[in-house]
């Protein structure tokens, strides 16, 4: 099956960049996504890229895709630390949005 | 934004019992839900995907008979996890989504404690 892989913990300073680095093995997927998940909460879509791009950027948020090499990967502007949290890629399986396979999930500290 | 709950969020229960877990979206009608199982430094791993009125689709290595699901609404999905054993302990997260884009709505989540 597919195979999703991230790091699993990054601390960074308030202020600073995060960047959070996925390999996935999927070159089928048509879209990748981002989901964050605080404590006690569900998983929430942050942002997602179409396949045929390779950046996309909404606010704080970059996404970088590298086809050719499967690696896709999330930077966050100055961090806060209200963005302390749980950071999953996700790809899609074979019945497109219907079958996410996620990675490992990155957690996120931001020291103050 | 979309709502969906899931009830309880933790259970405890003994060996050999069963348990069900319930998946709700609150504000918008979901034709599909999907249950999920997430592993400690694992990842989340896609157990089911049910439509409403149909059977569930299981994923490959999931027991149909062992986590039992049913669709029987547009905004209730239930999990059941039935003669409970301790490997079964795990963080069990439902999501539910109405068809538009690509988004599924997630609930925040069951932990499952089998004695």
């Known amino acids: 099956g597919e195979d999703v892989e991230q790091s699993l913990f990054l601390s960074v300073r308030e202020g600073d960049s995060s960047v959070i680095n996925c390999t996935y093995t999927d070159s089928s997927s048509t879209y990748l996504y981002w989901y964050k998940q605080e404590p006690g909460a569900g998983l929430q879509l942050l942002t997602y890229?179409?396949?045929?791009?390779d950046m996309k950027q909404d606010q704080r948020l970059t996404v970088l895709l590298n086809k050719k090499d499967k690696h896709l990967s999330l930077r966050i502007a100055d961090t806060q630390t209200g963005d302390s949290a749980i950071y999953f890629c996700?790809?899609?399986?074979?019945?497109?949005?219907?079958?996410?396979?996620f990675g490992t999930g990155t957690r996120l500290t931001v020291i103050p | 934004g979309a709502v969906v709950s899931q009830h309880p969020s933790r259970v405890i229960c003994k060996s050999g019992t069963s348990v069900k877990i319930e998946c709700r979206s609150l504000?918008?009608?979901?034709?599909?839900m999907f249950w999920y199982r997430q592993f400690p430094k694992k990842s989340l791993m896609l157990m089911a995907t049910?439509?409403?009125?149909?059977?569930?689709?299981?994923e490959q290595g999931v027991e149909k008979d062992k986590f039992l699901i049913n669709h029987a609404s547009l905004t209730l999905s239930t999990l059941t996890v039935t003669s409970a054993h301790p490997e079964d302990s795990s963080f069990y997260i439902c999501s539910a989504s109405s068809g538009n884009f690509n988004e599924q709505f997630f609930g925040p989540g069951t932990r499952l404690t089998v004695l």
């Open positions: 504000d918008f009608q979901a034709t599909t």
């Open positions: 996700a790809e899609e399986g074979e019945n497109g949005a219907n079958n996410l396979f």
């Open positions: 890229i179409f396949s045929n791009m």
């Open positions: 049910s439509n409403e009125g149909s059977k569930a689709t299981y």
